[in-house]
């Protein structure tokens, strides 16, 4: 795990705006931050080796591509041994319409956000993932009404 102490004031800006724009060209990030695009790459270079930056992707607007649907799910599981967690765990991240997953405290154990495309793709995803599982007590659906703010970015 990387100290935050590891960080200094151009490593935080040049995170900062890789997370705007991962397209940005070293020059371009140099010429906001007064370093050189070689400067600038070393150093996103050492971020990417020491786990700071994790990957790079790009982010596709769910209704472009007919996932029209938004879905908070709240999962509470009858068992939550170390085995059963990590088959849910599991089976959560191979699921193409589950888009996060969180375990967390409260009246649910698993918190997840699913996309789909209508009602029947989401029926769909219950009985894969929800009713085919004997470990799952019950759960709760909240439909979406509007995507107001979706953040991919971390306060750095």
């Not at 607007?61 to 996932?67: E, N």
């Not at 599991?90 to 154990?109: E, I, K, L, W």
């Not at 209508?118 to 509007?146: C, G, H, K, P, Q």
């Amino acid at each position: 795990m990387v100290d935050d102490a590891e960080l200094d004031e151009f490593d935080r800006e040049i995170l900062r705006r890789v997370q705007i724009d991962a397209r940005a060209t070293g020059e371009e990030i140099g010429a906001a931050v007064h370093l050189s695009a070689a400067a600038v790459q070393r150093r996103i270079k050492r971020l990417r080796q020491i786990g700071v930056i994790t990957g790079e992707v790009a982010m596709v607007d769910p209704l472009a591509v007919g996932q029209t649907m938004s879905f908070i799910v709240g999962v509470e599981l009858e068992r939550e041994r170390a085995d059963m967690l990590g088959a849910f765990r599991a089976a959560a991240r191979a699921d193409p319409n589950v888009q996060q997953c969180y375990y967390v405290t409260g009246s649910a154990d698993f918190i997840l956000i699913v996309l789909a495309k209508d009602m029947a793709d989401y029926e769909a995803f219950t009985r894969r993932l929800l009713f085919d599982n004997a470990n799952i007590r019950r759960f709760t659906t909240s439909v979406v009404m509007s995507r107001d703010k979706v953040g991919h970015t971390v306060p750095v």
